[in-house]
Structures are given as C-alpha cells and as structure tokens.
C-alpha cells in the first residue's frame, strides 16, 4: 500500500489507517463510559513500551494536519523525550509545535498537567505506564476486572485508610486515585495528586493512553473526577513554603534543582512555559539574578 | 542565575550520531553486509523473525545491523515495522507434515518411518573454540544421500495417535475462529490459540526458563521430544478474486511436539498429552520451550492444580513479551522529577513528624 | 482486485483518507465529548441515496472489515450497500444483536432494544447506533444533561420514530450498558453517549 504521509514510505501520522480506525472506536468507547478502561490493540511504536507509546497511537489517531502540538514531560518541553516525541509527530504528520500551552490544540504529557487552565478547544493526551489503580492492590487482571464490573473498590479505600493508621495522612503522593462521574475509579497516571484537582469539571477533552497494558480511557469535558478520601481526612494537595526561584510563582508545583554538594537548592516551577510565561510579564523569583520587582 | 537545563534537542541528535559511529566500529574494519548477517548469523536472523513476528530474512538481518548486534532492539525494530504494514489476508493453514525436511528426530522412538534425519545442528558437538575459523576459509563439504521423492515423514505423535493413547490434536473445531494477539488485546482467561501466539513471540530466555522450571518440579509432568522436525513448509493464500489457493512461497519452520504422560482425570482416560512450540527458521530451543509451557499452560483445560509459575497465564503471558518488557524496564531511565518530587516531600514530611514525635518522648522521659 | 472492475459504478470515497478521515473522527468525538453539540463534518463525499454526506463520512471512518454493521432495510439499498463493502469491508449482519455499528433512516424503527449494550466487565462490547436525520439543531425542546455538558445543552432532532427516546432510555438505563447514539444530518453530527440523560421539555 502506498503512504501518503510527509515522512516518505510512512502513512500521516505513522499509524496505518486500520489502526487508527481501531484506536478511534476504542476512543469513542472510551469518552462514552468515563473512566473505564477499554482495552485495545495497541501496536508497536517506533519507541519503546514504557515511553509513552499510548500516548502516542492516541495523539496519531486524533491528529489534524492543521492542529498545533506540545508535547510535555514533567511539566517541560525539552525534555528529551518530551524533544523526541515532538520531533516524531513534526516529521510524521508535520503538524505545527509549540511550547505555548495557550497555543496548542492538542496536548501530550506525561507526569503533568499545565497550570494553565485548559479551553474547550483543547484536547489532553496522558501517557500513562499503569492503567489500573487497583494493580498494586490485586495484580490479577481477571480480579480487578471483577472489582470494577462490581464496583467493587473497598480495597483502595482500606489502603487508604491503612496510611492513615500508619501515617496520620495519606502517603499517596502521585497517581492518586479518582473517580469519576460517580462511577469508575480511576488512576490518573502519575501526575503528582497536586494537579487532580485541574481534571474536575475541565473544559478541555482528557484522552489516556496505556500502550503496553493496551488500555484507552477518557475523562469528558465537564465531568466530576473526585479523589478519594474521607470526610475526616479530606483530600489536600502538596503546598511549599518556597515559591519558583525564577518567577516568583506560589501556586505552582515546584521542581527541586540541587545546585551545588553544599545543600543549595533551588525551587522553580516544573511547567515550563507556565514559568516563561511569567517571567515574560516581569515577575522575578530570588534566584532570577535581577532584582525582584513584582509586576503586580 | 540559575538556567534551567536544556538542550535536549540538541543532545538526541549528537547521542544519535555517537551511536552510530559506534555501530559503525573502526572503519578499518569492513563494513558487515545484511547478506553476510542473512547467511552467516542465520540463527539471530531466525529468532528476530521468531519473536519480531515478520517473516523477512533482510528486514531482520537489517535490524540485527542496526541494532549493533542487540537481539531484543532487533526484534523491537522489526515490530514497530510490521505495525506500519497493512494486513491484506490470511494465508491457509500450513501443514508441517508436508515439510521439506532438514533435520527431524525423535526422542521417544529409536527409529520411524521417514527416519531420524540430524541435519544442521549443534548437538554432539564439541563445544570447543576453533581458532581455525577465525582465519575463516570454506567448509568441508557435507555428504549428501540421493534425495528419496517417495519419503514420507509421517508426525510421531500421529503414530502414537492410533493407538488411541494420544490425545487429538486441537479441539478438532477447524471452523473456530483463530484469536490474534496482534488485533485484540489480551483478555483472560486466554485459549489455547492466543497462548501460543504470546509463547512464540515471547522471549526465548524467559520462555527457556519457565520450560526448565517445570522440569525441577513447578508443574508436574516429565515430557519427552516426541517429534523435532525442521525445514521449509509452503504457504498458501485464497486471494478474493480468484476464488482458489495458490501458493505464494514457502517458509522455514522448527516445530517441536512433546509428550507427557497424564494420569487421566474424571473426564478423560489415562493418556499422553501434547505440548507444542512453533518458531520461524531455527529456532530449536525456542520450539521445545515452548512447547513445555505450552503443556503447562493446559493445567486448568487438564484439570490440574495451578501450582506453579509456568501454569499461570496471566504471569506467563503479562511477562514473556521482551518488547514489552524492556520497554517498561528500560523507560525508569526517564525523568521522574514531578514524582519524586512528591516522594521527597511526603519522606521529609513524614520524618519531621517521626522526629518530633520522638522529641515528644524523650521530653516526656525526662 | 476483482471488486474494482465495478468500481466505476460506485461514488467515490475520501479524496484523501488519512487527512479526511483525521478531521471527521475530530468532528465525530467532539460530538461524543459534547453531547448536544451540532458539528459541521468536512467533506465533499457524493454517496449514493439515500445516505448523506455526513452519514457516509462518519461511517467510512469507524467502520471496516472488524466490524460489523447493521443496516436498516430503508437504508439498505443496492447502492448504499456496495458503496459500504467497497469503501469499508466491513460484514454486513442480519442481527442488530450482532453489530457494531447500526445505521437506520430517522423515520425508521431502529431495533435498540436488540442491540448488544455489553456486559459488565466489557461495556465496550455495545453497539453505536447511527440515526440518519433531517433536522439537528442545538437549540430545542430536548434538555441534555450528564458528562460533556457544562450545565445542560439543547438538542432539537427530526424526524425519530414513535417511542425512540423510551427505547433509548431503557438501553441506557443500566449504565455502565448501554448504546452509545450518533445522529447525522446532511452535513453535521450530534451524538448522546449512554451518560447523557434526556427530557423533553414542551412549550
């Protein structure tokens, strides 16, 4: 069959379009029942498994040529395989990147979501290596198939509250578990618990890709997504006492850099373009080298 | 002023380069030909085929190039390929008792019909380094016997089968529909069907070495090499148009069929059963691996008790993909600030609280 | 192959299939994401009667040979069925009880209740149903809530067979079961995914 794509000998987007067909009604499915993860034939990548392969067939199978791409990894564009997956779409699909949150129509990430709240013209593609946030609680697949046909999510909650038991708190920093619209309890993928509060009632379309455990999820826009938690240990995210030493920011997670073997260290926002963003305005953190003067 | 690190642009496109100048070795050295790989690595070749799941001698022989010799980034390179290929039909069955053979052998019989054929193969053999071939140099050429167009080389097990002390082969049902690992996601439990398929592209050293697990006793049953039988089988397609099979070329196939003895349960009399391992080229070792697992997998269709390892499917098969596996392996070399970020946090956290509840004590203490 | 020969008698398809495609499944899952949103779908395709352009785009892009489908026996022409295999592949079944996609005319009796709504492992395993339609508005007398939908949205939809909106309603009845609804115009979709619920509101 001949391709068609800009990359020569390769289809639009690398994907061949039988895949992309499946992937699509897996999509489908998947934004139909919020939360549940729909299994599907997840193709070798020219990346490797663990990298962010479902991601990738999902953003393949959702592409435009004329959609503007930025693809993220901690929070950052250039990072390198936050660089390499740009570069691969750029030359397989040649659609437009950017690093601009605002900018972008669709969104890849892994381990963040921007500060920036997203728009309604925006679509948010997760890379997520564990599906199932039952997996480290019952690592059968035939069982926690069970648990989520019956709802059946006691499990998680005992862990929880076994952290509390042991703790005084929740020791779940990162994929912290959701549910959503009521129903399906959801991993997040590892975004710090920081940013599950940006998944409820957003605006933009939430697409989850597992590519090597073959699973396809979705979050609606406007949909309720909960984190767990008890009415006497309410959900809370991370705070700092430190803002971004760059530009100041308070509300913003944060990155611990090691600057010397001396204990320096500095604290700057992970979304790097949230921080750009920023410092382009005027606003100055400690460590910014000018003097802090506050655009406010 | 602190710069935040960059450059990641810039560094891919040097690691890239360094990379292949390491493929590349001294160039003093002559460069090695995907022909040279094809003919003279034709076992890497083989198993990149095997467990890439593609049959193309060059595409493999090209990948094991790229990949410096790496047989599981041979084996991902050939995968991610096959994915950007259409899929146009499905051939007809192959039938491997109408192999061409190259080696055939039995363990279980001293002699059978069509008879015990050695062929290429390591075994007896003195594994001993020839310093000979390192100054290379053609081989002593092989006897070869008249070829006998009449031999027939009926299937070891088929022998066994008319006495009644085997059992079928299959469940006979040649209309069910074959399962494909490669269009529908993995769904437990899993037939017999997709757990082949999971075993021949699963990982020959992992694969290997549940077969030896239940050798040592995780999952009962001693087995025997019924049949090894090795050459080139033809491959047949319907095309829609013409309404009638023709043959579009042949393939190399190692196809192993074990043997264990089964005590018989409330349902079936007291039998042998089968195990059976299939692999592109030759792939002895993989064939007959598979073959064990295979035969252990049976446990739960045989009625037996799930005891070990290599009777778990979801183990078994969650696990024996090296695409699969390495990936995720391999992807803990990614950042993992914003997470850990969080784990720092909540230790040092936890700590404080830890301290201060000592401090608390102590205080008390005093 | 074989089938072409007749092709000359068969409209043609996507100008551009991977482009094309891409950009009706956008417009196709935006109206999932959205239930109650009117999308305009891109194309130019000149499919047989009596399916329309926007019908013919969404089901050449969802539909092939692993799927099945369902047609109504309206929808089922000489034309509309060649125009399918020959675009598509896909196997045509008699049993809605079969089928991945099910594409009827408005006016028609679609059989929702023979539908396969999954199970509860799989509620995947279901069927979309795909209603060809005259008239979609998102403003009229039917009130949208559920995932997708920021407060409520509107949808106006003509014509639909006497008790369609019963019929859906028991489908979805037992989330997560359900079917999942795609209505397309001459030139737009909507779509209701089996979270949506729907009352009519008179007046």
């Known amino acids: 069959m001949t391709a068609t794509g800009p990359l020569p000998g390769y289809n639009f987007a690398y994907l061949n379009e039988q895949t992309k067909r499946m992937i699509r009604r897996a999509l489908l499915k998947a934004v139909a029942i919020p939360g549940y993860q729909v299994p599907f034939a997840s193709r070798e990548m020219p990346m490797p498994y663990g990298w962010g392969t479902g991601g990738m067939q999902v953003t393949a199978s959702i592409l435009m040529p004329d959609d503007t791409l930025k693809v993220i990894d901690q929070g950052a564009d250039d990072t390198t395989n936050a660089v390499s997956i740009r570069n691969f779409f750029a030359k397989t699909a040649a659609v437009e990147t950017t690093t601009a949150t605002a900018q972008a129509s669709v969104i890849q990430t892994r381990h963040r979501i921007p500060e920036e709240p997203l728009r309604e013209d925006q679509i948010l593609v997760y890379q997520v290596p564990i599906p199932e946030p039952l997996r480290f609680l019952e690592p059968r697949e035939t069982e926690t198939r069970k648990m989520h046909a019956l709802s059946e999510y006691g499990l998680m909650h005992v862990k929880l509250y076994e952290d509390i038991a042991r703790y005084g708190h929740i020791a779940t920093t990162y994929a912290y578990p959701v549910e959503v619209d009521g129903r399906y309890v959801m991993d997040p993928s590892p975004t710090p618990k920081f940013d599950n509060p940006k998944m409820d009632d957003c605006a933009a379309l939430q697409l989850f890709g597992a590519g090597r455990e073959k699973r396809i999820y979705a979050i609606p826009p406007y949909t309720k997504v909960i984190s767990l938690d008890f009415d006497d240990y309410p959900f809370e995210v991370q705070t700092w006492e430190e803002a971004c030493g760059l530009c100041g920011a308070r509300d913003s997670y944060l990155d611990e850099v090691i600057l010397d073997d001396r204990g320096g260290r500095l604290f700057c926002c992970s979304d790097t373009d949230f921080c750009e963003k920023r410092r382009a305005m005027g606003y100055r953190g400690a460590m910014s080298g000018e003097p802090q003067e506050a655009a406010e | ?366 | 192959m074989s089938i072409a020969t007749h092709s000359a008698d068969i409209a043609a398809g996507f100008a551009d299939p991977p482009v094309d495609s891409a950009q009706v499944f956008r417009a196709v899952i935006d109206a999932m994401s959205r239930p109650g949103k009117v999308v305009p779908v891109p194309g130019d395709l000149d499919p047989p009667a009596p399916m329309t352009p926007a019908l013919a785009a969404v089901v050449l892009t969802l539909a092939d040979f692993d799927t099945q489908l369902w047609l109504s026996p309206e929808f089922a022409t000489d034309e509309v069925l060649a125009f399918l295999r020959f675009h598509t592949g896909a196997s045509l079944v008699d049993d809605p009880a079969d089928a991945a996609f099910a594409i009827s005319l408005g006016r028609e009796k679609a059989p929702i209740a023979d539908l396969p709504r999954g199970t509860p492992a799989y509620p995947d395993r279901s069927a979309t149903l795909i209603v060809q339609v005259e008239t979609l508005d998102d403003d009229g007398p039917l009130r949208l809530t559920g995932p997708g939908i920021r407060q409520e949205s509107r949808l106006d939809v003509a014509p639909l067979p006497e008790g369609f909106w019963q019929a859906r309603a028991d489908a979805v009845g037992d989330f997560p079961l359900g079917i999942d609804v795609i209505f397309a115009s001459r030139t737009h979709v909507a779509a209701l995914p089996r979270t949506t619920k729907v009352s009519e509101r008179r007046g």
């Open chain 2, 1 to 366: 002023m602190y710069v935040a690190v960059k450059g990641g642009q810039q560094a891919i496109a040097n690691a890239h380069k360094l990379s292949a100048e390491e493929r590349r070795g001294n160039p003093d050295v002559p460069e090695i030909g995907v022909d040279q790989i094809d003919q003279q690595l034709s076992i890497a070749v083989d198993r990149v085929m095997t467990e890439g799941s593609l049959y193309d001698r060059q595409l493999a022989a090209l990948a094991i190039k790229q990949a410096r010799g790496d047989m599981i980034e041979a084996i991902f390179l050939v995968r991610a390929s096959r994915t950007t290929l259409p899929r146009f039909g499905y051939s007809v069955p192959m039938e491997t008792s109408d192999m061409a053979i190259r080696r055939r052998i039995s363990a279980t019989f001293k002699d059978i019909p069509g008879g015990q054929v050695l062929g290429p193969t390591f075994d007896y053999q003195h594994r001993l380094i020839d310093p000979a071939l390192a100054e290379g140099g053609a081989p002593e050429p092989a006897e070869t016997a008249p070829a006998d167009v009449d031999a027939q080389s009926p299937k070891v097990l088929g022998l066994l089968g008319q006495e009644g002390l085997m059992e079928a082969a299959g469940d006979g049902d040649d209309d069910a529909e074959i399962g494909d690992l490669t269009r529908d996601p993995l769904d437990f439990p899993a037939d017999r069907d997709l757990r082949l398929q999971n075993l021949v592209r699963g990982d020959e050293g992992f694969i290997l070495s549940l077969g030896y697990s239940t050798q040592r006793g995780y999952a009962r049953g001693h087995a025997f090499a019924g049949e090894i039988r090795m050459g080139e089988v033809a491959v047949s397609f319907v095309p829609e148009e013409l309404g009638f099979e023709i043959e579009i070329g042949e393939v190399a196939l190692t196809e192993c069929e074990m043997v264990t003895q089964f005590k018989g349960s409330s349902k079936v009399p007291p039998q042998f059963t089968r195990g059976y391992g299939l692999a592109f080229g030759q792939c002895e070792r993989k064939a007959m691996s598979m073959a064990l697992v295979d035969r252990a997998l049976r446990a739960g269709e045989l009625g037996e008790d799930r005891v070990a390892p290599a009777q778990d499917e979801e183990f078994v098969m969650s696990h024996s993909d090296s695409v699969e596996a390495t990936g995720f392996v391999e992807h803990l070399k990614l950042p993992h600030y914003v997470d850990f970020q969080a784990e720092l946090e909540l230790v040092r956290r936890m700590r404080a609280e830890a301290e201060g509840k000592q401090a608390g004590t102590g205080e008390a203490a005093e």
